[in-house]
């Protein structure tokens, strides 16, 4: 079954430190890359997606990431952070099927905490 | 964490016709969320469902086109009505923890549209 990983559950990082936050995905043929925060009592808003073309994407909020398709990875960096950036970082993952069934899977989400 | 069951997985529909998901969640929630998910795009936010208030549906989203019920606080319903090949998506329920900053997702719904 497909399924998506987020290894850290809280990253705890001071302001103005860069932070990477994990994310890995079973292997498949095909697969659209996305990365979605979520601020207190909102809901989802994307911050990036890789559909195809070049590996590093840019989002917004100055947000990138990496799709590694060896080691099936789409880690999330950013080179400084900011207060105003804790939240919750949730990796999804669209499994695009040559047979008609796709799928949409969530990681379970990183707390993401920035220290003053 | 909330365990969310959603269904049907997937559905194949004519055209004109509607379909009803089900999202069933194991613990009582107060906010629902009602997404989907078009071929190449981001989620897109359909409507926010709370149990005893009507749902409150986001920019280009009409109630007639996609009623949601929300008749307690485990179960909300959403409705594809008059379907046309445009409404194939995937469409997904989730659910807020009880301070509203973590969301939990349902499995989803892949609908095609014929």
């Known amino acids: 079954a497909q399924s998506v990983t987020q290894l850290d559950s809280q990253v705890p990082v001071f302001e103005e430190a860069p932070v990477e936050l994990r994310c890995n995905y079973s292997?498949?043929?095909?697969?659209?890359l996305f990365w979605y925060v979520q601020y207190p009592n909102q809901g989802l808003q994307l911050l990036l997606k890789?559909?195809?073309?070049?590996?590093l994407v840019k989002g917004i909020n100055g947000f990138e990431a990496e799709f590694n398709k060896s080691q099936t990875s789409f880690h999330l960096r950013k080179p400084s952070v900011h207060i105003s950036d804790t939240a919750e970082y949730f990796c999804a993952v669209r499994y695009i099927s040559n047979f008609g069934n796709e799928k949409l899977t969530f990681g379970t989400g990183t707390r993401l905490t920035i220290i003053p | 964490s909330a365990v969310i069951s959603q269904k049907p997985s997937r559905d194949i529909c004519q055209r004109g016709t509607s379909l009803t998901i089900q999202c069933q969640v194991d613990?009582?929630?107060?906010?629902m969320f009602w997404y989907r998910q078009q071929p190449g795009q981001s989620l897109t936010l359909i409507a926010t469902a709370n149990q005893g208030s009507e749902a409150t549906y986001e920019s280009g989203f009409v109630i007639d086109k996609f009623p949601i019920s929300r008749p307690n606080l485990t179960f909300s319903t959403l409705t594809v009505s008059n379907m046309s090949p445009e409404d194939s998506s995937i469409y997904l329920c989730s659910v807020a923890g009880p301070r509203g900053e973590k969301l939990f997702f349902g499995s989803g719904t892949q609908l095609s549209v014929l």
């Open positions: 890789y559909l195809s073309g070049s590996t």
């Open positions: 292997s498949s043929v095909s697969v659209y």
């Open positions: 613990s009582q929630v107060t906010m």
